[in-house]
C-alpha cells in the first residue's frame, strides 16, 4: 500500500474524513467492512465484457470508483484519496449459477461474496455479475463503508441504473430531481452544529415569550407552564437515554464478534400490508418496520434458549443527515440509540415502539451524537484510531444490533436495459456487531437483508421467519 510519508503532496488530494476513517479503523483481517447491493433483472445476462464496458462508460459519474486509499506512514494523520485507473478485470468479476434462480442459492453466493476481503491497494469495491440465475441475471455490488453510508450508497450505486430502459436518465439523476422538487425535510437539513444551534435557540425563543408576556399574567403562567413542560420531556428523553446506554451489562444478549464466516438471508414483505399496518395501528411505517424486526429478534432469541423475558435489545438506528442534493462520497449519518422489545405479543411489542421510538425521534439525540462525531475531525487520527481497534465503534455490552431502514427509488430502474425486478440490501458485519439487519425499500416491496456471522445461518433463517411470522400476527390482530 503506498504511503502519504512527507505529506507534502497531500494538499491536492482529499484527506479522509473522521467519521468515514472509523470504517477503516474497524476493518480486521478477513471480510471487509463493505455495504451494497444484490439486484435481480429480467431477461438474458449481459456478457462478463459488456459489462465492464458498460461500467467503463459510467466510472468517471463516481470518482471514488477510482480512487484508492493512500495512508500516512507514520499512521498520525488520516490517509486521502488519490486517484488511479481502475483495473476493471480484477473489479467486475462473474459467477454461473447453473441455471439455479432459487431464493436460497441467491442467499448463498451473496454470503460466499460477503466474505472476500478488498483489496486496500485498489479503489475499495467490486461487482459480481450472476448469470444462470433462472430466467434472469444478478449483480451483487459492494463499496467499503469508507466511501458512503446507506444513502450514499443508493446514489453511488445510481449511476449504473437507469430509469428507462434506453438509459436517458440514471436513477442518481432521477433522484436529485425529486429531492429538487421536494420541499426541504425537517431534520435532515444543515448540519449537525446548525441543528443543535436551531434546538438552543428554539428553547431560548421559548424562554423569551415567557418573559415578555410576564407583563400578563394569564398569558405568563400559559407561557411559563408551556416552557417548563418542553424543557421536562428534553430533560426526561435525554436523561433515560444516557441511563439506557450506559448501563453495562456483561456483553450482548444475541452474539459476540462476527469471525470470518458470513451467512445472508432476505425476506420481502408488500409496501401495502406495511400501509395497511400503520394505518390500523395508527403509527408510522417505520415504526411497522421496527416491530417486524423485534419479531425476528425474538423468534431467533426464544429458539437459541436465550431469555427473552421482559428483555429489550439495545439498538442503533442510522438516520441519514444528508441534504437531499448532495451526492458526496462520505458518510453524513448519525444514529438513535433504542431499544425493542423481544417479549410479548406482536401488538404489544408494535405498541410500545410506537410510544418508544417516537419519544426518542423528538428528543434532538440524532442532531446531538452527529455534533459529537463531528468533534472527531479536529482530534487526533491515531488516538481515535487506537480507541476504536481497541474497544470498537461501540463497546458490545452498549449496543446487541443495528437496523438500518434505507429508502430506495418507487419507481422501475433498469440495469443494461433489462427490468429490475429485485432490490436486496448488504451491510457489513462489523465488531461487536455479530447480527444486524438492513431494509430497503424498491417499488412495491420491502426487502429485509438479514446478515449474520461466524455460526449464525440458522439464526438468520429464524429472524427472516419471525419476520413474517410478526407481520401475519399483526395482520390477524388488525383484521
Known sequence: ??????????????????????????EEPGPSV????????????????????????????????????????????????????????????????????????????VSRIMEIPLDFDRPLWDMHLLTGLGDGFGMVTRIHH????????????????????????????????????????????????????????????RLMRALRTSLHPGEAATAMVDAGRKAGEQFVSTAEAVRTWTTP????????????????????????DVKALKNAFDCTLNDVVMALVSGGY????????????????????????????????NNQVSGLLTQLPVSG???????WIKGHINKVKHSGEAESIKAITDMFNVAPAAIQTVAVRHRGPLPEWMVDTLVTNVPGPPFPIYYQGRRVRQMLPTVALGRPLWCLVAVISFGEELSFGISTGEGGEQ?????????????S???????
Do not use: C
Open 1 to 26: 500500500m503506498a504511503n502519504d510519508d512527507a505529506g507534502t503532496f497531500a494538499t491536492d488530494r482529499e484527506r479522509i474524513r473522521a467519521m468515514d476513517a472509523v470504517f477503516l479503523d474497524v
Open 34 to 109: 463493505a455495504i451494497g447491493s444484490a439486484i435481480v433483472a429480467d431477461g438474458p445476462a449481459p456478457t462478463l465484457q459488456e459489462t465492464r464496458d458498460f461500467v467503463a462508460s459510467r466510472i468517471a459519474l463516481t470518482p471514488r470508483l477510482q480512487q484508492r486509499i493512500v495512508p500516512s506512514s507514520l499512521r498520525i494523520r488520516r490517509p486521502v484519496w488519490e486517484h488511479v485507473e481502475a483495473d476493471l478485470t480484477h473489479h467486475i468479476r462473474e459467477i454461473d449459477m447453473g441455471g439455479d434462480g432459487s431464493d436460497a442459492a441467491l442467499e448463498q453466493v
Open 146 to 205: 469508507v466511501v458512503a453510508d446507506g444513502q450514499g450508497s443508493v446514489l453511488v450505486l445510481g449511476h449504473l441504473l437507469d430509469t428507462d430502459a434506453d438509459g436517458t436518465t440514471t436513477l442518481t439523476d432521477a433522484l436529485l430531481a425529486a429531492g429538487n422538487r421536494s420541499p426541504a425535510r425537517s431534520g435532515t437539513e444543515g448540519s449537525a452544529r446548525d441543528h443543535l444551534i436551531a434546538s438552543v435557540a428554539d428553547g431560548g425563543d
Open 249 to 272: 451489562r456483561f456483553g450482548s444478549l444475541i452474539g459476540g464478534s462476527p469471525g470470518v464466516r458470513r451467512h445472508w438471508h432476505m425476506a420481502q414483505v408488500p409496501i401495502a
Open 298 to 329: 425474538a423468534l431467533m432469541m426464544q429458539r437459541r434458549d436465550q431469555p427473552t423475558d421482559g428483555k429489550y435489545l439495545k439498538v442503533v438506528i442510522p438516520v441519514s443527515v444528508r441534504a437531499p442534493l448532495d451526492v458526496t462520497s
Open 345 to 351: 405479543t406482536a401488538v404489544e411489542r408494535l405498541t
Open 459 to 471: 439464526a438468520g433463517r429464524d429472524i427472516r421467519e419471525g419476520i413474517l411470522q410478526t407481520l
Open 473 to 479: 400476527e399483526l395482520q390477524e390482530a388488525s383484521s
